[in-house]
């Protein structure tokens, strides 16, 4: 034993501080070049390659179960759904189910003080009821005159006086439709005063109807008054869903839709959606999707996110973390997985509104698809949905993260959609009121292993430098470190040795 202690000694007597100088060098150069490949390789692939080849070869050795997701079935579509003509990335879209002003938006802001709706949020209806509801004969009229100025009117106020000011004049569908969303304080009351304007809108429908080949001026009255009648009968089916009832609205979405089928921009089949998910007639649901759920129309999140609910359907309720990475997963659950990835693709933020990870506020009036800002306007209406189907939110939150393994670079190539856009986030902050904190598309964390040798690289460099630095003071450290550290051995050998006879603990040590 005394033999073994001082040929340790004389071992560490002979290092000299050039030794450790080397000994930490070459330690850095090789964790150096470590982390230079480990960081090319998840440049490349996404994926770190220690992590890839330890789950891959060595995890199915120790008898681990490979729980990887999906095999990618529809990198055909995708080449596909990219290869389709680009559109404008950050384009901003009508909220199809945005809350009324009066009875909804200002009863926030009396309670709580704060504004619901942004300065641009409100401009942009401010234009789309510009656009929609008056034409270039407006002065031939003169309420249609007073209400082409309403609409452009900033204060409120204005805006209310000007609508009662043209009501005084004649009956005039636009001035109630300005009354209904901003001076009514109840739903109840927005209601009666849609009534109001649906009597006078159809009467005015009807008569440019009759006209509109005389010229132009007539087809831009008959387009006008369309867009008046299809926003009235709409709002009505919206008033009849917030006041329970719901099969009526269900039923005057469907007139409307096959009145006007050619009206796609309103996208009322997202109202129709959420109403019959309310009724839980998912059959119906699913119909609406086949319908509307194709790959030449645009998506949003209310598609592909009632798509992938109706996929959770059938197997949350039996679905386990456990028992899927002992057996896999059944065809089923791979097309629901496949459903979750391919939604959260699409919109990424929603997932954390459906989890209750972020808190969610009013939604606003218009929304950028793929953005914070349809996912707020998503989940605010959708949330219950998802919390009625049983599973399908423990579904979604052992899943929905796996997508961002398919999508190493979603700023630069999507897997099924296009990239996403880089410019969600600026405009998001227009839409989104000051006080709420938006939402960035989730960035994909460094893997351990790249950490790991980072740090190991650093700290060897820094001892080296250490050791070239004072050799004399990090000798002696090396010396005592080394000690501490065979010291648990040397006390095992004390105890083998007073256990073992002489003779044979001789042998051992000549072996």
């Not at 569908?173 to 209601?191: F, G, N, Q």
């Not at 950028?368 to 605010?380: P, Q, T, V, W």
């Not at 856009?421 to 989104?432: G, Q, S, V, W």
């Not at 351990?448 to 650093?458: D, E, Q, Y």
Request: charged share 20%; glycine share 4%; aromatic share 10%.
């Amino acid at each position: 034993m005394f033999g073994t202690e001082s040929s340790l000694s004389m071992f560490l007597n002979t290092l000299t501080p050039k030794f450790y100088v080397a000994l930490t060098g070459t330690s850095s150069l090789i964790s150096g070049l470590i982390l230079i490949f480990e960081w090319w390789y998840f440049r490349k692939y996404g994926t770190s390659f220690i992590e890839q080849v330890s789950v891959s070869h060595l995890r199915p050795l120790l008898g681990g179960v490979d729980n990887s997701s999906p095999t990618n079935s529809n990198s055909s579509n995708g080449d596909a759904d990219s290869n389709r003509q680009s559109v404008s990335e950050c384009k901003v879209w009508r909220n199809p189910l945005n809350l009324f002003r009066g009875a909804e938006y200002n009863r926030y802001t009396w309670v709580t003080g704060r504004e619901p709706l942004t300065y641009y949020d409100m401009n942009l209806s401010a234009q789309d009821h510009q656009t929609f509801f008056t034409c270039d004969s407006d002065h031939l009229r003169p309420a249609d005159a007073i209400m082409q100025k309403a609409w452009r009117e900033r204060n409120p106020q204005a805006r209310i006086s000007a609508a009662h000011e043209s009501l005084e004049l004649e009956d005039c569908a636009t001035a109630s439709i300005l009354l209904a969303e901003e001076e009514a304080t109840t739903i109840v009351e927005a209601e009666k005063l849609f009534k109001q304007a649906l009597k006078t809108g159809e009467g005015c429908y009807r008569r440019s109807q009759q006209l509109q080949h005389h010229g132009a001026q007539y087809e831009a009255q008959h387009r006008r008054d369309t867009n008046v009648l299809v926003y009235i009968k709409r709002r009505l089916a919206m008033c009849s869903r917030k006041l329970g009832r719901t099969r009526e609205a269900v039923k005057m979405l469907r007139d409307l839709m096959k009145e006007f089928p050619l009206l796609s921009m309103f996208n009322i089949h997202e109202n129709l959606l959420e109403s019959l998910l309310e009724l839980q007639n998912y059959a119906d649901v699913q119909a609406v999707l086949a319908k509307y759920d194709d790959i030449s129309l645009p998506k949003s999140a209310t598609i592909c996110y009632t798509a992938a609910l109706l996929k959770a359907r059938a197997v949350s309720d039996k679905f386990s973390p456990e028992a899927a990475s002992r057996r896999g997963l059944s065809t089923a659950e791979m097309n629901a997985v496949e459903a979750i990835h391919r939604a959260v693709e699409f919109n990424p933020h929603v997932p954390k509104y459906l989890l209750e990870m972020k808190s969610l506020i009013l939604p606003p009036e218009h929304i950028l698809k793929r953005g914070d800002s349809e996912a707020i306007a998503y989940a605010f209406f959708h949330l219950q949905h998802w919390k009625r189907v049983e599973g399908a939110l423990n579904l979604l939150h052992c899943t929905w993260e796996g997508t961002f393994r398919m999508i190493p670079y979603p700023l630069e190539k999507g897997h099924l959609f296009y990239p996403y856009p880089i410019c969600t986030e600026t405009a998001d902050r227009e839409l989104l009121p000051m006080f709420h904190e938006v939402s960035v598309y989730p960035k994909k964390e460094l893997p351990f292993f790249i950490l790991f040798t980072a740090g190991l690289c650093s700290f060897t460099a820094m001892l080296a430098l250490l050791t070239h630095q004072f050799p004399e003071l990090m000798g002696v450290f090396a010396k005592a470190f080394l000690s501490t550290l065979f010291a648990p051995l040397n006390f095992i050998m004390e105890k083998v040795e007073s256990i073992l006879p002489s003779s044979l603990w001789h042998q051992l040590t000549r072996i």
